[in-house]
């Protein structure tokens, strides 16, 4: 199966409004080419180093999203060629997003990462933080980013009952901040949740944006491709 047809498939079951991120980590330029000639733009690394590189080497319309934890000291490196960071996990990390862009003269797209899994190792604002800073009002304190939704890794599992319930929670405090008014619900209006495996339950409990690699780009175990 090529990178297109599996790309097309894929499509027929995301519903329009879904945003699909196509996610290229590991993958060479020549396979985020090939999604490219399939129509694909929007794509996702979780690296800053292949992020760049990749931005540098592809035409100028994609939309490189940041999926993976950014370290404070590669906040410069990326900002210039990232659409959207998905993995703001800490408010040290926001001030500092804020105060980049602001030397770079541009405004900055991000989610804020909530931990829903039951692994320790995942990052991202426990439930009280992230609620306690959306509904504070410090956020409009900072005048270069803005905060357009919020992102969730499930627990990685074959128990679909728990990992819906994860999204679910993760929905919930979405819908609260937009129901609130917390936020303008017209600017934060993304819910970044799902991968291969999970995806459609994900689309299901709400998602807009799903983040998918594997089910396009092949499992880089095997080495094979698509
Ligand atoms: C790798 C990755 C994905 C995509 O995973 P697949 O299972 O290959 O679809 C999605 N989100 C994050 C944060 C990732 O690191």
Redesign the pocket.
């Known amino acids: 199966m090529s990178i297109q047809e599996n790309l097309s498939r894929l499509r027929a079951t995301i519903p329009a409004g879904v945003t699909l991120v196509a ?1 290229s ?1 590991t993958w060479p330029a020549e396979a985020v080419l090939q999604a490219y000639d399939a129509g694909q733009r929007v794509f ?1 690394e ?1 690296r800053v180093q292949e992020l760049v590189a990749k931005a540098a080497d592809l035409p100028g319309d994609i939309q490189w999203h940041l ?2 934890h950014l370290q404070r000291n590669k906040v410069r490196q990326v900002l210039p060629h990232v659409a959207l960071i998905h993995s703001i996990d800490s408010t040290e990390l926001l001030e500092r997003v804020d105060r980049e862009a602001g030397q770079l003269g541009r405004r900055v797209d991000v989610l804020l990462q909530v931990h829903i899994a039951q692994e320790e190792a995942k990052t991202g604002f426990s439930y009280p933080e992230a609620e306690a800073l959306l509904q504070g009002g410090q956020l409009a304190g900072y005048r270069n980013v803005t905060v357009r939704g919020l992102m969730g ?1 499930a627990t990685f599992t074959d128990n679909m009952a728990q990992v819906k319930a994860e999204f679910e929670g993760l929905h919930a405090l979405y819908a609260k901040v937009r129901e609130a008014g917390w936020l303008n619900p017209s600017e934060f209006n993304v819910l970044s949740m799902g ?3 999970d995806y459609q339950l994900a689309i299901a409990c709400g998602a807009t944006m799903v ?5 396009i780009f092949g499992h880089r175990d095997y080495g094979a491709g698509a």
Do not use: E, F, P
């Open positions: 996610v980590k996702g979780n999926i993976g890794v991968m291969s495996g983040r998918v690699g594997s089910l």
